[in-house]
């Protein structure tokens, strides 16, 4: 199976809407209770509740199953890497399991290693794209209508923050492509609706449609962008991607 790459979510990138990200097999932010989880036995430690071998050999390595573990999780902290192993089962309900800097083999409960029969796929945020407003720049939709002609609209953000004393206001000024001014609150509503967007089902091996029913593409202030792309995939989902 390929690895999964979780990541701690750089503040400074954009379009990560947890604490977490996934880099690997796919680019997507990380669901931030599962990848908690995950670095259970490295931030609360891991319970045993027996050690199984004391000076494990490569003949009890081999017997537990620790040579081909069904889950291995390597945690890098400050450069340095951690190494935990997931290995057979021994009993209903617990697991021979190891860690890096010991030769000992332990039987550990499967609740406390939960994280190794959790499937990829639910570490992955349903949410889909999240950035705060502020970071915008411009914003452009491309939809094309039932009678399949495409309508395009760019809208324009400018930003401005006031110092008061009783703190900082932030006003938001849109414009649209001809340079008519849109009611804030109803923009601010719009783009609820982008945030918003959430997973129903992955599909990895998907395609996108080369005429997409809705393109939405984000420019930002320091100059990268991102896009949205929506396809019909069946009569009552669509395909999403971003980027």
């Not at 947890?18 to 931030?32: E, G, L």
């Not at 908690?36 to 000076?55: H, Y």
């Amino acid at each position: 199976a390929q690895p999964i790459v979780l990541e701690m979510a750089d503040s400074s990138q954009i379009a990560v809407p947890t604490d977490y990200r996934m880099t690997s097999p796919v680019q997507q932010a990380a669901d931030t209770d599962k990848v908690t989880t995950l670095l259970s036995p490295l931030a609360n430690g891991l319970e045993a509740t027996e050690c199984l071998v004391m000076k494990a050999t490569s003949d009890d390595i081999r017997e537990y199953g620790l040579d081909s573990p069904i889950c291995e999780v390597r945690y890098v902290v400050d450069g340095e890497t951690y190494v935990l192993k997931v290995g057979n089962q021994v009993q209903e309900g617990y697991y021979a399991a190891s860690f890096s800097g010991t030769q000992s083999i332990y039987r550990v409960a499967e609740s406390s290693v939960s994280f190794a029969f959790t499937p990829a796929d639910d570490y992955r945020s349903i949410l889909l794209y999240v950035t705060n407003i502020t970071d915008v720049a411009k914003l452009t939709v491309d939809a094309v209508n039932d009678s399949g002609n495409l309508i395009s609209e760019t809208f324009t953000l400018r930003h401005s923050t006031e110092e008061t004393e009783s703190g900082s206001t932030t006003t938001l000024v849109v414009n649209d492509s001809e340079g008519n001014a849109i009611v804030e609150d109803d923009f601010r509503e719009f783009y609820q609706g982008i945030i918003g967007l959430t997973a129903a089902s992955w599909v990895d091996d998907g395609q996108q449609s080369a005429t997409p029913k809705l393109t939405i593409t984000l420019e930002y202030l320091d100059g990268s962008s991102d896009v949205i792309r929506l396809s019909e995939y069946s009569s009552r989902r669509y395909f999403y991607t971003l980027n």
